[in-house]
């Protein structure tokens, strides 16, 4: 039963054929990587506009008291 499973016969031509899908699976991810990216690096430039915004309030609001 075990020398069962451990013979694998590769069928090269199903392999070959196979391989568009796997490309464009890893694609997909690839892309789905670059927008989690991109998206994670938009947030952290929006949170740093609003601190630089929020730290330049109340600078002014100290030099007014």
Not at 1 to 17: D, G, P, T
Not at 26 to 37: K, R
Not at 38 to 47: D, N, P, Q, R, S
Request: glycine share 6%; aromatic share 6%; proline share 2%.
């Amino acid at each position: 039963m075990l020398f069962n499973l451990l013979a694998i016969e590769i069928n090269v031509e199903r392999f070959v054929s196979s391989l568009p899908y796997v490309g464009i699976g890893m694609l997909g991810i690839f892309i789905v990587i670059g927008i989690i990216i991109i998206a994670t690096m938009a947030l952290i430039a929006i949170e740093n506009k609003i601190k630089a915004s929020k730290k330049a309030k109340e600078e002014v609001n100290q030099n007014e008291q």
